[in-house]
């Protein structure tokens, strides 16, 4: 596995883990709101990292790879709309919140964001590690 996709895959577990310590803590604790900014920064970390060093090359093999090209703007569209949702849900959450309100919010960006790096480990980072090794 190539440095970049291990420390991609690292990031991501961090991610998780660090929503999991904020749910358990809960968004209107003094901690909970200080472990939501660190997954805010953690997540914007990790999309910064992906902009620089895997979305560049990825878009260079895509140049002659119309497959490819569809993928990634299918992944950049969904990417967009993604990080929308969780920036939007990191300010309305930045000074604590609703208990029942942050518990249905949580749980739709946990989800979207499972789903998000399921597909990006299993296919858009495969795709990346297939073409370094041609």
């Not at 991610?15 to 749910?23: M, R, S």
Request: proline share 1%.
């Amino acid at each position: 596995m190539s440095q970049l996709i291990e420390a991609l895959k690292k990031d991501h577990a961090v991610i998780v883990a660090t929503l999991a310590k904020v749910k358990k803590l809960g968004i209107t604790t003094k901690e909970g709101q200080e472990t939501l900014l660190l997954a805010k920064k953690g997540l914007l970390a990790h999309l910064k990292k992906e902009d620089e060093a895997l979305y560049p090359v990825l878009r260079e093999k895509a140049e002659n790879d119309a497959p490819l090209k569809r993928t990634l703007a299918m992944y950049a569209s969904d990417m967009s709309g993604i990080s929308k949702a969780a920036l939007d849900f990191f300010e309305k959450y930045s000074n604590g919140g609703s208990g029942v309100e942050f518990a249905r919010d949580f749980g739709r960006l946990s989800g979207t964001l499972s789903i998000r790096i399921t597909k990006e480990e299993n296919i858009l980072y495969k795709g990346y590690e297939a073409l370094e090794q041609n």
